[in-house]
């Protein structure tokens, strides 16, 4: 029995001697949450605004929904997903394998695209500018561009003593390739089309009553569509 017990008692020194033998392993994000490091490679959301912080710095309020991301090809469905347009970042929300839900910032080193709803994004850049975050309408040789943000002050309303978000504040573009052209108003836009085009744009604008600064996503998705059908002909 004593002869049996000696290498144990060896091998109980050699571990506490050594401390290679006690130290915990360091895990990686990856063996912890088993999660895909293509898509968990950013930084944990840590943005927080006051209590008493009217409005949000999210594009449709705080509420995660359903979404999807495209990176480095490889699509991610089935994802809780928010827009920060105040920072420019995609927020991803998910449970850990121990049941903690986490809020992580997607990073856009490799972020292609990304869905929200009925929302489409793109992250895309124009020569003389840096790659943003642009929600993308229509398919085809042009293409409606939105930019969003929002700005952060003190309450203008009466008495107020807090900061309030803006409400989402929209830049239009239309897109011919790489080129990148700003719009606000109908005539601004029927501008950016050669003359050829110009008169039938007029008359699609004030036949559906669209009003550009105001439109929405399904009458922007008709324009373009008609758009792209006049050039093509």
């Keep these: 029995m004593k002869i049996r017990l000696i290498p144990l008692l060896l091998i109980l020194i050699l571990f506490v001697a050594n401390p290679g033998y006690a130290q915990t392993p360091v895990l990686t994000a990856n063996e912890i949450y088993g999660l895909n490091p293509l898509l968990y490679n950013g930084k944990f959301y840590t943005y927080f605004t006051a209590a008493n912080t009217k409005g949000s710095q999210f594009l449709d309020g705080h509420e995660f929904v359903k979404g999807s991301v495209r990176i480095r090809g490889k699509n991610f469905r089935n994802l809780l997903l928010n827009y920060d347009v105040f920072n420019q970042q995609l927020v991803l929300k998910y449970k850990t394998r121990m049941n903690n839900m986490m809020k992580l910032v997607i990073s856009k080193a490799w972020l292609e695209s990304f869905n929200l709803d009925d929302k489409h994004f793109e ?64 005539k601004s836009f029927v501008k950016l089309f050669g003359p050829e085009n110009k008169s039938s744009l007029n008359k699609y604008l004030r036949k559906n009553k669209i009003k550009i600064r105001k439109s929405g996503q399904q009458a922007s998705l008709q324009l373009i569509n008609y758009c792209n059908a006049l050039t093509d002909k």
């Design 123 to 186: 992250i895309l850049s124009f020569p003389g500018s840096k790659s943003r975050i642009y929600q993308v309408i229509g398919q085809g040789r042009y293409r409606i561009l939105y930019t969003w943000t929002k700005t952060y002050a003190l309450d203008h309303t009466f008495g107020a003593t807090n900061f309030a978000f803006s409400k989402p504040i929209r830049g239009s573009y239309l897109q011919l390739g790489n080129k990148l052209m700003h719009y606000k108003s109908n």
